[in-house]
């Protein structure tokens, strides 16, 4: 998948970001460790997050006990 996905960049945009921790017991059906995803609050820009500098924000944790 990440040999044929399009790269964007998006200076100063604000929205959300929802990261994920896969572990690596998981890694062949989802991407092991941290991995974003984001959407912009016009909802007109997003996607997979490959870097990102943030200047502000609020951080939620929430562990998963399942996955599904
Ligand atoms: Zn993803």
Redesign the pocket.
Same mark, same amino acid.
């Given at each position: 998948m990440t040999r044929s996905q399009s790269e964007f960049e998006k200076p100063f945009v604000s929205g959300t970001l929802v990261g994920f921790f896969i572990p690596d017991i998981f890694g062949t059906i989802a991407?092991p460790h941290f *991995?974003w995803?984001f959407i912009s609050d016009e909802k007109d820009f997003g996607g *997979?997050v490959l870097d990102f500098d943030l200047i502000h924000g609020k951080a939620e944790w929430r562990t998963m006990e399942t996955f599904e």
């Amino acid at each position: 998948m990440t040999r044929s996905q399009s790269e964007f960049e998006k200076p100063f945009v604000s929205g959300t970001l929802v990261g994920f921790f896969i572990p690596d017991i998981f890694g062949t059906i989802a991407v092991p460790h941290f *991995h974003w995803h984001f959407i912009s609050d016009e909802k007109d820009f997003g996607g *997979h997050v490959l870097d990102f500098d943030l200047i502000h924000g609020k951080a939620e944790w929430r562990t998963m006990e399942t996955f599904e």
